[in-house]
């Protein structure tokens, strides 16, 4: 079975400041791996996904992942983040033998001060 | 599309109770999945739909727990016998099976608390 692990439960930064948030999996097979995001008061959505090609993969408002298979990491990054990226961030593994079953981190609480 | 729709959003009830949610997925989604969060933990898999077939259960699912997706629409989620171990955020998702827009759309969620 694959497992999860996002090694930061909570980060405090301050605006401008540069983020990357780390996450490896554990799983012998060919995986699709995902970021997805909660705000404050909101539903999970997704951030980026990999599923084949380059490793360095972007999503939506700036964030970027990079999938390093022989480390089995594919860690969160932003260059400068904003108050507004204050969120609750998930790592998500699917194999692709069994493409309906997500596997899911514990998430990363990201608190950004203005 | 309004997106992934459940409800209710809050439900609580007493042990011993039966509850049902309900989810509707993006109507071009012919994946379905449910997942339960507890505070401080990621979400974990339940069970999941290809249109009206279930393809797999979580063997940490009691059987007290049961699911349904009728004609591969809407979903239905059982929980017999309520126990306090129960109280959790119940989400749903759809997806397209394969293909670029694989990844999920999560509903609100349906959070449970059992008395």
């Known amino acids: 079975a694959q497992s999860v692990s996002q090694h930061n439960h909570h980060v405090i930064l301050s605006e401008a400041a540069s983020l990357e948030l780390g996450c490896n999996y554990s799983y012998g097979g060919t995986v699709n791996l995902f970021w997805y995001v909660q705000y404050p008061g909101q539903h999970l959505q997704l951030l980026l996904k990999y599923f084949s090609g380059d490793p360095l993969v972007k999503g939506i408002k700036g964030f970027e992942a990079e999938f390093i298979k022989s480390k089995f990491s594919f860690n969160l990054r932003k260059p400068s983040v904003q108050w507004s990226d204050t969120a609750e961030y998930f790592c998500?593994?699917?194999?692709?033998?069994?493409?309906?079953?997500?596997?899911f981190g514990d998430g990363t609480t990201l608190t950004v001060k203005p | 599309d309004t997106g992934v729709s459940q409800d209710p959003r809050h439900k609580i009830t007493k042990r011993g109770q039966n509850v049902t949610f309900r989810c509707d997925p993006i109507?071009?989604?012919?994946?379905l999945y449910w997942y339960r969060q507890t505070l401080g933990q990621g979400p974990e898999f339940l069970t999941y739909?290809?249109?009206?077939?279930?393809?797999?259960k979580s063997r940490l699912l009691s059987d007290r727990f049961s699911a349904e997706r009728p004609k591969g629409s809407f979903s239905t989620l059982e929980i017999q016998r309520t126990e306090q171990g129960d109280s959790a955020m119940y989400l749903c998702?759809?997806?397209?099976?394969?293909?670029?827009?694989?990844?999920?759309?999560f509903g609100s969620g349906t959070r449970l608390t059992v008395v």
């Open positions: 998500a593994v699917t194999p692709w033998t069994n493409a309906g079953k997500s596997t």
């Open positions: 739909f290809q249109n009206e077939a279930q393809l797999e």
């Open positions: 998702a759809s997806s397209l099976a394969r293909g670029e827009d694989y990844g999920y759309t």
């Open positions: 109507s071009e989604h012919n994946r």
